[in-house]
């Protein structure tokens, strides 16, 4: 009889429900991961679990049994709280029917679903749009948010709809009720910062994403195998008869530029990964210099903080001069011995008080002194490592730097401060602190423009100068990612299309087939799709859904 063992506990029989639950287990893993670039292991075959329609009627049905348990799987590291919608079994149910276009099994799972917690309308709802029965998906919303209307997942729903109509002044509303009712969550906050940029308020867009709670990324359980001392791993004969597959490139075209494969923002993961798209969609809209001038205008900078450091010096330095002490007139010992008590009380309460000020004044220095982008000691103690390339400060910064760093470095000096009745204007108040992580994504963008407007320079100059740009195979693909990074998709294309010229890369065949899919370009895409074909074939990859 069949037995497994509970870690730190006796053997257990293997019931009828808990090989369902390593069934439904196992066909999630083989879908989630199916096309996942960080889930490659030499001599890995990957077999499609689901072959027919018997095996999918099987997937629904223990889908259905187990719905309720699914929050136990765990969510998307953008998720906070697992829930019956947002998990892995939910993710796994939405990729498998959505990458084939096929919501109506779907469809009939979550109407049955849907009786039990009118939240699981939000997938039903979903499938409804993915099948083009738009009417039916918002009568299915408006049902739903009556029962119940604090479900941040039915309002999302609402909001990516209205947002596909171009109405996004009443997305506006369900996005900010969404965040009311669910602020503990990434997602709302995430959700605002998209419709906030859509409406073209930058300044909000801005203070909601430096609101966002974020969370530290915790890695995937994934297999870990030793480097084989040899493989054999042959190519099918009727691959290698058709002609269509081409073999890896070596030797010069893997060579990497260390600029480029030493950039940051490709080892973002999770919340962090999520809110750097979210800033480089900002900076598509408006520029470098203008989301540097929105920075400063809604968080403190370091001028900003110097000039009320120097207001609240100056306050207190003034009345000491006043202080001064004035002759007193002769009186009786008795009256002089009680003036003298009654000074010295005052004077060491005023002691006191100045000590406390001093100290209160010190940890707030401390504190505010985070906000400089450029403090390295601080950069040291983040999770996200800035290259080794020196950086250019930003302007408002870099000039306010070099001021201080003419005296004791880190220490921050001022010269001839202003007077509070000088009529200088503070706005210290009305502005928020940029957070320490908000901060870092910042100097990881300005790495990434610095790399692409050097690029998009240097081919400008050999195209004036009638010269050819080489580049190679590996560092024409990671270019392809930096422009799509950075929302430039016709540069992300050119770049992907050179790396095929110099090597096979099923990462930039991927990628091109998607924007050819977007554009549409069918003659390319249906070219893509035979091209990342024959390569999973050729690696034993039954099942990539995407590609699909």
């Not at 709670?213 to 870990?224: K, N």
């Not at 490709?266 to 919340?271: F, I, N, R, V």
């Not at 000691?377 to 250019?392: A, M």
């Amino acid at each position: 009889m069949p037995f497994l063992e509970w870690m730190f506990e006796s053997k257990h029989e293997a019931t009828a429900a808990i090989w369902q639950e390593t069934y439904l287990s196992a066909v999630l893993r083989a879908i989630l991961y199916s096309d996942d670039s960080y889930y490659r292991l030499a001599g890995y075959r990957k077999i499609d679990p689901i072959t027919s329609l018997t095996a999918e009627a099987r997937f629904l049905e223990a889908v259905e049994t187990l719905f309720w348990r699914g929050w136990q799987l765990g969510s998307n590291p953008e998720i906070q709280t697992a829930t019956s919608v947002h998990n892995h079994l939910t993710s796994g149910i939405m990729k498998y029917f959505g990458d084939s276009f096929r919501y109506g099994p779907a469809i009939e799972l979550f109407e049955k679903l849907r009786k039990k917690d009118p939240e699981a309308g939000a997938l039903l709802a979903q499938s409804y749009i993915g099948q083009n029965k738009e009417i039916k998906a918002v009568q299915i919303l408006n049902h739903d948010l009556k029962r119940l209307p604090i479900s941040y997942a039915l309002l999302h729903v609402q909001v990516d709809f209205l947002r596909s109509k171009g109405e996004s002044q009443m997305a506006l509303k369900l996005a900010k009720f969404a965040v009311n009712t669910t602020p503990s969550e990434f997602l709302t906050w995430a959700k605002l910062t998209e419709v906030y940029i859509d409406l073209e308020d930058y300044k909000n867009a801005l203070l909601t994403l430096n609101s966002c709670p974020m969370f530290t990324y915790s890695e995937r359980d994934m297999h870990r195998m030793p480097a084989p001392i040899k493989t054999h791993l042959p190519i099918k004969t009727d691959i290698l008869n058709s002609g269509i597959m081409e073999e890896d490139a070596a030797g010069r075209e893997n060579e990497i530029d260390p600029n480029l494969s030493r950039l940051p923002a490709p080892a973002l993961h999770g919340t962090f990964a999520k809110a750097y798209s979210l800033l480089t969609r900002l900076v598509s809209k408006i520029g470098w210099d203008n989301l540097l001038k929105c920075r400063s205008e809604v968080f403190v900078m370091e001028e900003e903080y110097r000039m009320q450091k120097a207001k609240e010096d100056s306050q207190k330095t003034s009345p000491s001069v006043n202080n001064d002490p004035k002759e007193k007139p002769e009186s009786n010992d008795d009256n002089n011995e009680a003036e003298t008590a009654t000074i010295d009380v005052e004077a060491e309460k005023k002691e006191t008080k100045n000590e406390d000020e001093e100290t209160l004044e010190n940890e707030l220095t401390e504190n505010m002194e985070t906000v400089d982008l450029n403090d390295e000691e601080d950069k040291e103690n983040t999770p996200i490592e800035v290259p080794h390339t020196p950086l250019v400060r930003p302007e408002q910064v870099a000039e306010d730097k070099s001021k201080s760093d003419n005296g004791n470095g880190n220490n921050v000096s001022i010269q001839n401060p202003p007077h509070p009745n000088d009529g200088v204007s503070f706005t210290f108040s009305n502005k928020r602190l940029c957070e320490r992580w908000l901060d870092n994504l910042f100097m990881v963008l300005y790495e990434d423009l610095r790399i692409y407007t050097f690029w998009k320079t240097e081919a400008a100059h050999y195209r004036a100068q009638q010269m050819p740009y080489r580049k190679t195979g590996a560092e024409w693909e990671l270019l392809g990612d930096l422009a799509l990074r950075l929302w430039h998709e016709n540069d992300a294309k050119d770049a992907y299309e050179q790396c095929l010229d110099h090597k096979f890369s099923a990462k930039s065949w991927m990628k091109l087939l998607e924007i050819y899919v977007s554009e549409p370009n069918v003659q390319r895409a249906l070219l893509a799709a035979v091209k990342l074909t024959v390569y999973h074939e050729r690696w034993y990859h039954e099942i990539v859904r995407r590609s699909l």
